[in-house]
């Protein structure tokens, strides 16, 4: 009767061992899905701003259309994009644009003084603080995923799990790993 006993505990106990694999690969997968959902709400937040700023600018400097046309087609790319790779490029871009069109602002000064800007600059700045916050959230919980995935004994649950390593975030132009500057 013992003999069984200790058996059965013992079974138990693997048994929560892999329950408790299995989960934690699976939570590591959520956490990275909810990290990329998370740049993507950022980015479209600043992507929903970019309208009101080109507005705001055309209005000073109605000449200045190829650098409006390019924060247009970089927005219009962001919205299509769908893998990490995709979204890290179009980000680029944007952050590129918004370079670009801020330096048009540089040369209005009755632009910089308007409140509008001033406000639209603000709202810029501090989403391009969550968009970067975001990117180190995600690349924080892919590493941890990737570091799971590839190490015993949760590379063992990875299959079951349908867990495989994941893209870490990365801009490829090492001017749009900044932020763009906003400040007059």
């Known amino acids: 009767m013992k003999t069984l006993v200790v058996v059965l505990i013992v079974l138990a ?10 989960n934690r690969m699976v939570r590591l997968n959520v956490n990275v899905d909810e990290g990329f959902s998370q740049i993507e709400v950022q980015l479209k937040r600043r992507s929903d701003l970019i309208p009101n700023l080109v507005e705001t600018v055309k209005g000073y400097a109605a000449h200045e259309s ?7 087609a970089a927005r219009a790319k962001a919205t299509t994009a769908t893998t990490v790779a995709d979204v890290a490029a179009a980000d680029g871009m944007i ?3 918004l370079r ?4 048009v602002a540089e040369a209005y000064p009755e632009l910089k003084a308007s409140t509008n800007f001033l406000a639209l600059q603000e ?19 892919v590493r941890a995923l990737n570091s799971a995935v590839k190490t015993i004994p949760m590379s063992l649950f990875a299959g079951m799990a349908h ?6 975030y990365i801009v490829d132009d090492p001017q749009s790993r900044q932020a763009p500057n906003v400040k007059f």
């Open 13 to 22: 106990l693997i048994v929560l061992f892999f329950v408790s694999m299995y």
């Open 95 to 97: 952050t590129q644009a």
């Open 163 to 168: 867990v495989t390593a994941r893209e870490f």
């Open 66 to 72: 190829a650098t409006f046309e390019k924060v247009v």
């Open 100 to 103: 670009g069109l801020l330096a």
């Open 123 to 141: 709202e810029l700045s501090t989403t391009e603080n969550k968009v970067s916050f975001a990117r180190q959230y995600y690349n924080d919980n």
